[in-house]
């Protein structure tokens, strides 16, 4: 494990370093991925369409070296779900450590989460001033990174590099800050993930 935190560290570092990079594709999830301790991330109602969902968590994964997995279900269910924490486990199955529920709901709010099992993120208005794709893709991007950190009980920061900036909570905000997680954020995130699912929840890559 201890080459993993070498190499999640010198991945923060060079997103700090250089910035936004150009990107190759992100890799396809492993279907064996949720045969092991992971984040579970669900599309709710059709929020994104699948390559934006998957653009979306490939940026998560490469950030983070997690075992990802991802479902789908209505909006009723989801209701039903938050409601009740501990039918979580039951539809999703004990694998799924913590659950980031991604919707598109004009009268939902921004963000609800329960620390350390779910939290919810809502997509409406991103796109409300009409921005260019690439604007609206890192825009997405953050919310998932939002999405995950509320789930793990990380709250926001004075990081203006962080998507946990707490400058970062309007769309101008949004805009300023960068699609990486600040030592603020990444550190207590992996720290308690791990003690949520164990080393297992990280990826085998990053334990070798």
């Not at 910035?19 to 594709?25: A, D, H, I, N």
């Not at 991103?126 to 939002?146: H, I, Q, S």
């Amino acid at each position: 494990m201890k080459k993993g935190l070498l190499v999640m560290l010198v991945a923060y570092s060079v997103v700090m370093a250089k910035g936004q990079v150009r990107e190759k594709s992100f890799p396809a999830i492993p279907p064996e991925s949720k045969d092991t301790e992971h984040v579970l991330f669900v599309n709710v109602a059709g929020a994104l369409d699948r390559d934006a969902f998957a653009d979306a968590v490939g940026k998560v994964k490469s950030l983070m070296p997690l075992n990802v997995w991802t479902n789908a279900i209505s909006a009723s269910l989801v209701k039903e779900l938050v409601a009740k924490p501990e039918t979580l486990k039951k539809t999703f199955g004990e694998k799924a450590i913590v659950v980031v529920f991604v919707e598109r709901n004009e009268r939902g709010p921004s963000f609800m989460q329960v620390p350390g099992s779910w939290a919810l993120i809502n997509l409406r208005g991103l796109d409300k001033d009409g921005p260019e794709a690439p604007v609206l893709r890192e825009r997405t991007r953050k919310m998932f990174l939002k999405g995950l950190s509320h789930a793990a009980g990380i709250g926001s920061n004075i990081d203006p590099h962080c998507a946990m900036w707490c400058g970062s909570f309007t769309l101008e905000g949004m805009d300023k800050t960068t699609t990486s997680l600040g030592p603020y954020a990444f550190f207590p995130m992996q720290e308690t993930l791990k003690a949520l699912g164990g080393a297992q929840i990280f990826s085998v890559s990053a334990q070798q």
